[in-house]
């Protein structure tokens, strides 16, 4: 079993880099981990050899880490990719590359995007967890055969 | 009543900005105009700050095309130490470059373009998007995402990251290329040759049913800027500056891009951030020019790689004089990616691509410098002041979005006059200006280094602004 983690956002915009810092922290040799700051369709084609992807993004309203299944491709009608959400690119990658695996986010606590390298501390706070959680799912998956 | 429609924002295009259009009395278009409405100032910011700090800095003006930005912010820097970089920095610089181009010029084509033609212009808007091609041409779609992903790769095997890549310096590189780099790069040639030749064909087979976009969308005389080699072919790390007419005829040869402000001078008007450049002997607004792809394919005699030049033939058998229909900026598109691509393979062939000797050093010897290259969109210029220190004192960028500024109004106002229909508004009217647009595939980070959203909001309004109609696309 191989996976993707796509950790998205901007370390110089605050709490924007807590999804980089919580891949910075992840441990599973059978994971490849993509640092973006926005998703594009490349990471569609990236999805093609993997049975699963968990994306990380900063979210304004999460609070406690939580994993969430992305269950079923939804129909797309946006334009590319400023509004391109992990939900259309799984449809992306089911439809051009015939990805059926599991395709998980984790939406992270942050709450300040000012221009910083730094986090703050509510956001400092939840990334161990968050890591965590990430960390349990990526070796229950990529230790089990399919 | 005289009347305005507003195209806000434009989408599908690498910023924010709105189109818009006036009526007259009679229900005529009268005229147009292409704003652009957001603002960063990015020279301001480098005031006070190391010159040798540049490129780093630069690479962030653009997340599409920060490689140029990197190239033409370490050549300003080179001219600042006084320094020539050593051969395997000035292959290493050549190389992204070209792979910049490929990778930019696969998101215009086919991922912001290709709905348009493959679609069509009145096609559902809902569906005329990339998800639109998944659905209808998965092939087509996927080998434009392995050809950005071709040229995204080469940037980040060299340059460390895909985006803003911190790799360029004055005087040369900052790390050699790995030998395994160089292999891996070699492995994407061929498939990337045939996705372009099919490309190619794909695009050439659609162009009788495009006859009245290609006649109305920018379809006017104009001059014509972009970097020669000195013997007259394709260029875009060095050389000379030529321009020529609608006429094909040679306007100016051999000028020298670190004198680029003899020649080009720039206008600003008041509804809009982005400038608007001109050749300076004919004055404002008479010496406007475009830069970019097409005015490559315009100057440039001959492309110097095999497969290239045989489309280039084809391409310039298209007129008698200059091909100068804004349309062609999509198949001239086309045939710079095939002759990147020619070009990453040579360049990978050559031994010196992987020297150790990467970066020459100095102090500063020089208090102004000018850097220049082709970028993705048409000819880039970095014109750097520093103090004895090497402080920067000021920065000018001269961005080919502002140098196609004339050109793409005059597009917007072409293409309005020929398909909009006050008080008939529809969306695939509206689409057709907007595509007029999209065929020089403006940057507007880079021309006024915005961040943009791109919903598409149009209104119908009177001169003193009460809105007459609406158009809301989310």
């Given amino acids: 079993m191989r996976a993707l983690v796509v950790a998205i956002g901007n370390r110089l915009r605050a709490d924007d880099g807590v999804a980089h810092r919580v891949a910075d922290m992840l441990q599973v040799p059978r994971a490849t981990v993509r640092r973006v700051h926005q998703l594009t369709p490349e990471i569609a084609a990236e999805m093609q050899d993997v049975d699963t992807v968990v994306f990380l993004d900063a979210d304004p309203e999460a609070e406690d880490p939580a994993l969430e299944r992305i269950d079923r491709p939804v129909e797309t009608s946006g334009s590319l990719s400023h509004s391109m959400t992990p939900e259309t690119l799984v449809t992306m990658a089911s439809r051009l590359y015939n990805f059926h695996g599991e395709a998980w986010i984790c939406r992270l606590y942050a709450r300040d995007f000012s221009p910083s390298t730094e986090i703050s501390p509510g956001a400092a706070s939840h990334l161990e967890k968050a890591a965590q959680l990430v960390q349990q799912l990526l070796e229950a998956r990529c230790t089990s055969p399919r | 009543m005289p009347e305005r429609i507003v195209i806000h924002p434009v989408t599908r295009i690498e910023g924010h900005a709105k189109i818009s259009i006036y009526v007259d009395a009679a229900g005529e278009v009268e005229s147009a105009q292409f704003h652009v409405t957001e603002f960063r100032g990015f020279e301001k910011i480098c005031e006070g700050r190391p010159f040798h700090e540049m490129p780093g800095l630069m690479s962030r003006v653009c997340g599409i095309c920060p490689v140029s930005h990197v190239i033409a912010s370490s050549k300003a820097g080179d001219g600042l130490l006084g320094v020539d970089p050593p051969p395997a920095a000035v292959l290493q610089r050549r190389l992204l470059n070209y792979a910049q181009v490929l990778q930019s010029h696969a998101l215009s084509f086919f991922h912001l373009s290709s709905p348009d033609l493959l679609l069509g212009l009145d096609s559902p808007p809902e569906k005329r998007n990339i998800f639109g091609l998944v659905e209808r041409e998965p092939d087509f779609i996927r080998r434009g995402i392995r050809l950005r992903q071709f040229g995204q790769r080469v940037i980040e095997l060299a340059g460390g990251k895909r985006v803003h890549p911190v790799w360029g310096a004055p005087g040369g590189v ?227 979005t502002g140098q196609n500024n004339q050109a793409m109004n005059m597009a917007v106002e072409q293409a309005a006059r020929r398909f909009v229909r006050p008080g008939q508004l529809s969306e695939g009217m509206l689409n057709r200006v907007e595509a007029a647009i999209r065929c020089f595939d403006p940057c507007l980070s880079c021309s006024t280094h915005a961040i943009g959203q791109m919903p598409l909001i149009v209104e119908l309004r009177d001169r003193s602004g009460r809105v007459l109609e609406r158009i809301e696309r989310s």
Wanted: hydrophobic share 35%; glycine share 8%.
């Fill in chain 2, 174 to 400: 900052l790390h050699p290329l790995t030998k395994e780099a160089r292999d891996e790069m070699a492995g994407w040639i061929t498939e990337s040759i045939d996705s372009l030749q099919m490309a190619l064909g794909r695009l050439k087979s659609l162009l009788d049913s495009l006859q009245e976009e290609i006649q109305h969308l920018g379809n006017f005389p104009s001059l014509f800027l972009g970097t020669v080699t000195h013997d007259g072919g394709l260029e875009y790390y060095d050389g000379v500056i030529r321009i020529v007419d609608s006429e094909g005829n040679i306007v100016a040869d051999r000028l020298d891009p670190q004198r680029y402000n003899t020649f080009i001078e720039e206008a600003s008007e008041e509804w809009t951030y982005v400038k608007f450049a001109y050749y300076k002997p004919l004055g404002y607004p008479g010496g406007k020019y475009r830069v970019g792809p097409l005015a490559r394919l315009n100057v440039a005699q001959h492309a110097g790689t095999p497969r290239a030049d045989r489309e280039m033939r084809e391409f310039k058998q298209r007129s008698r004089g200059a091909v100068c229909e804004s349309f062609h900026y999509h198949l001239a598109r086309l045939i710079e990616m095939l002759h990147s691509v020619e070009r990453i393979e040579e360049l990978l062939n050559d031994p010196e691509l992987l020297g150790e000797d990467v970066r020459a050093r100095a102090l500063p010897n020089r208090k102004e410098a000018v850097g220049s290259c082709e970028a993705p969109r048409g000819t880039l210029f970095h014109h750097y002041t520093v103090d004895h220190d090497g402080t920067m004192r000021k920065a000018n960028l001269v961005i080919a």
